[in-house]
């Protein structure tokens, strides 16, 4: 099962754009979903996650700007970004965390389902 993110886009500092992510076949399991950003020449780091019955996780660079939440209904998970940043470029990846993985929610290797990821620029 691959995930999709969707919503990506130019964006200039300060503006806004929202994420979605969608798992096409699939509903999603009670764990979280993470969204993860890769930018040119950097590793992939967490940004958020939501968790099943709304618990939220954030990095601290995106604390006070992004929001995640999910609609189990409609299955899709959403990062909604404002006052977005040149820092924040990178390509978006969304991601769901599997139980039997240990690690925490921020640790990249607990998730599975990386799709293709969407491309988020902010232009100074």
């Known amino acids: 099962v691959q995930l999709q993110a969707y919503g990506g886009g130019l964006v200039q500092a300060g503006g806004s754009l929202r994420l979605s992510c969608v798992a096409s076949g699939h509903t999603f399991t009670s764990d979280a979903v993470g969204w993860f950003r890769q930018a040119p020449g950097k590793e992939r780091e967490f940004v958020a996650a939501?968790?099943?019955?709304?618990?939220?996780y954030y990095a601290d660079s995106v604390k006070g700007r992004f929001t995640v939440f999910r609609d189990n209904a409609k299955n899709t998970v959403y990062l909604h970004m404002n006052s977005l940043q040149p820092e924040d470029t990178g390509v978006y990846f969304c991601?769901?965390?599997?139980?039997?993985?240990?690690?925490?929610?921020?640790?990249?290797?607990?998730?599975?389902?990386w799709g293709q990821g969407t491309l988020v620029t902010v232009s100074s």
């Open positions: 939501a968790g099943w019955h709304g618990s939220a």
């Open positions: 991601a769901e965390r599997v139980l039997s993985k240990s690690g925490t929610v921020y640790n990249s290797k607990t998730y599975d389902g």
